[in-house]
C-alpha cells in the first residue's frame, strides 16, 4: 500500500486544466493502459475526475524501480504516483507526469480482468455493471448524468419551485394502468385469507400497498399550497414491456404549479428541456465530444439546434391527420392503425417527430379514453388537456397534462372508470377546498439522457438497470 496517499491529491481534471510546468504532484488513479516501448513505460491514468486521461511516462532506467510492482501496473490496477508535471513532447495531451515513483493499492490480473484493451458491446458490458463504469462511455454517462441532476434542481430552485419528497410507498394506482408493484410484507407461501381472498388488513400496513408509478398526486397537495413545486426521485412500474426505452425502475421528475394552464405548463416544458440540454453542452463539453464521435453522429449539432428553435405544438387530432395524410400520399406505412382515439404508437411518433416537423414536438388534446382520469376535460367531452413531448429517435419522453380542478367531472370520471373513490378520498378534498386550475409533468430522467447522449438502449443510462427478467447487482 502506498504510505503518502493523502485525499488532496489533485484530481486529473485539475491537473490537465493547471497552466503550472515543472511542480511535483502526485496523483492516485487506476491504470487505463499501458504501453511499453524500450525502457519507457506508458500509462494512461484514469480518476474519473474527466473523460480525459493523463498520461504517465515511466523511465526504467532513471531512478529505481520496483520490478515487482512495474510488473503489476497493467490495466484496472489502482496506483499512486508521484513526479512532475511536464509539457508533453507527444501529440494528443498538453501536460504528462514524468513519473519519478509509483506504488500499487491494489493490481488487476490481467488473466481474469474482464475490461481488455479493447471495445467491448455494450451487451456483454451490462454483464459487469458493476465494472462498466470504468470504461469511456458509462464514465461519460455517469458524468453527464450527474450534471443533469444538478441543472434539473438548479433550474427549478432559481424559479422559485419547492423540491418535495413524494412517498415510495403508496396506496393508490394513480395512473390507473393496474402496473404496479406490490410492497407487503406477508407471506407469500401462505398469506392470511378471509372471506376466500388475501386479507390485507394483517399486511404491514393494514392495506394493500404498492411502489409509486408517480409522485404526482402528492405533489399536487403542494402545489395547491406552496404554487410551484418538484419531485425527482425513483419510480415503479412493472410493465411488461422489453423495449430499449422501458425500465421498471426509472427515475422521474415532476413539477406540478398552481394557476398554471396547459399552455403555460408546455412553456415550462420547453423551456426546461433546454436549459438541461444547454447545460450539458456548455458544462459536459468532452463527454459530448466523445458521444457525438463514437455513439450519436452530429448529436451536439442537433442538440444546438434544439435549443435554439420552438418546439412545434400540434393537437392529437391534428397529429392524426398528418399520419393519414402520409399514409394516404403513400409517403409512409405503418404497421398500426392510424385511426382516431387509439394510442400514437412509437412508428407514429417517430414518423411525427423525424419527417414531419424534423424536431421535438407538444402533442395536445389526447382522447380521454387512452389518458390517465385526473386529466382535465375538453369541452368536446372527447378529449383532455394533455401534453406530451416527443422527440426523434425516442418518442414520449414528457407526459402531463392540466388536472381537472372540478370536483364533479373528477369524480363522475372517476366512476366512469369503476375506480375506488374511497381510495383518493384525499386527492378529492384537494378539489372540494380551495381548488384552483394546476397543471404539471412528468420526465422520464433516463430518456433525456438517451436524448442527449444518443445511447441507445435504457439499460445503459443508469448504474443498475431493473428491466423484466433482470435485478442483478
Ligand atoms: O406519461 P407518464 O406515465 O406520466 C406520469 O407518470 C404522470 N404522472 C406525470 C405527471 O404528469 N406528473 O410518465 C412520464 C414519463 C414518460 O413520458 C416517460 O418519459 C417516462 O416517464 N417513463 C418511463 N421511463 C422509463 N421506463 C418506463 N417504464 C417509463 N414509463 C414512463
Ligand atoms: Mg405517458
Known amino acids: 500500500m502506498p504510505e503518502n496517499s493523502k485525499s488532496l491529491s489533485p484530481s486529473i481534471k485539475e491537473l490537465l486544466a493547471t497552466p503550472d510546468r515543472e511542480q511535483k504532484i502526485c496523483l492516485d488513479a487506476w491504470v487505463r493502459t499501458r504501453r511499453d516501448s524500450k525502457n519507457l513505460i506508458f500509462l494512461a491514468l484514469s480518476d474519473g475526475s474527466c473523460f480525459n486521461t493523463i498520461q504517465a511516462v515511466i523511465n526504467k532506467e532513471l531512478g529505481s524501480w520496483n520490478e515487482e510492482t512495474l510488473a503489476k501496473v497493467n490495466t484496472g490496477a489502482g496506483v499512486h504516483i508521484t513526479g512532475t508535471l511536464v509539457s508533453s513532447p507527444g501529440s494528443g495531451q498538453a501536460v504528462e507526469i514524468q513519473g519519478e515513483g509509483i506504488s500499487l493499492y491494489g493490481d488487476a490480473p490481467q488473466e481474469s480482468y474482464p475490461l481488455q484493451k479493447k471495445r467491448h458491446s455494450f451487451e456483454f458490458l451490462r454483464e459487469i455493471a458493476h465494472l462498466r463504469p470504468r470504461t469511456n462511455t458509462f464514465g461519460a454517462v455517469a458524468r453527464v448524468r450527474n450534471a443533469m441532476s444538478f441543472a434539473i434542481h438548479r433550474f427549478f430552485q432559481e424559479r422559485g419551485f419547492f423540491y418535495i419528497h413524494t412517498p415510495i410507498i403508496t396506496g393508490v ?38 411502489l409509486a408509478v408517480t409522485g404526482q398526486l402528492e405533489a399536487e397537495a403542494y402545489a395547491l399550497s406552496m404554487g410551484k413545486v418538484y419531485t425527482f426521485g425513483p419510480t415503479f412500474r412493472a410493465e411488461n414491456s422489453n423495449t430499449t426505452r422501458h425500465l421498471a425502475e426509472f427515475w422521474m421528475i415532476e413539477p406540478e404549479v398552481a394557476f398554471c394552464d396547459i399552455n403555460c405548463n408546455m412553456d415550462l416544458a420547453e423551456e426546461f428541456l433546454k436549459f438541461i440540454i444547454s447545460t450539458v453542452l456548455k458544462e ?23 435549443v435554439t428553435k420552438e418546439f412545434a405544438r400540434v393537437s392529437y387530432t391534428d397529429a392524426m391527420e398528418e399520419l393519414e395524410k402520409a399514409q394516404d400520399s403513400g409517403s409512409a406505412s405503418f404497421d398500426f392503425p392510424v385511426q382516431w382515439g387509439s394510442d ?92 384552483v386550475p394546476h397543471s404539471g409533468f412528468g420526465l422520464g430522467f433516463e430518456r433525456l439522457i438517451q436524448y442527449i447522449t444518443g445511447m441507445q438502449n435504457i439499460r445503459d443510462v443508469i448504474p443498475f438497470p431493473r428491466t423484466v427478467k433482470s435485478a442483478e447487482f
Open 344 to 435: 400514437l404508437q412509437s412508428e407514429h411518433e417517430k414518423f411525427l417527430t423525424e419527417t414531419v416537423y424534423k424536431g421535438p414536438v407538444i402533442v395536445t388534446d389526447y382522447p380521454r379514453e387512452i389518458k390517465a382520469f385526473y386529466m382535465k376535460q375538453n369541452e368536446d367531452s372527447k378529449t383532455v388537456r394533455a401534453m406530451d413531448v416527443l422527440v426523434p429517435r425516442l418518442g414520449e419522453i414528457i407526459g402531463g397534462s392540466e388536472r381537472e380542478a372540478d370536483l364533479v367531472k373528477l369524480e363522475s370520471r372517476m366512476d366512469e372508470l369503476g375506480m375506488h373513490k374511497e381510495d383518493y378520498r384525499w386527492y378529492l378534498d384537494l378539489r372540494k377546498y380551495g381548488s
Open 284 to 306: 459536459c463539453s468532452e463527454d459530448m465530444a466523445f458521444f457525438n464521435q463514437w455513439v450519436q453522429k452530429g448529436i451536439i449539432d442537433v442538440l444546438g439546434d434544439v
Open 173 to 210: 394506482d394513480a395512473e390507473g394502468a393496474g402496473q404496479m408493484f406490490r410492497a407487503t410484507t406477508l407471506p407469500l407461501e401462505n398469506p392470511p385469507r378471509k372471506e376466500g381472498k388475501t386479507d390485507f388488513s394483517r399486511d404491514f400496513f393494514g392495506r394493500p400497498t404498492y
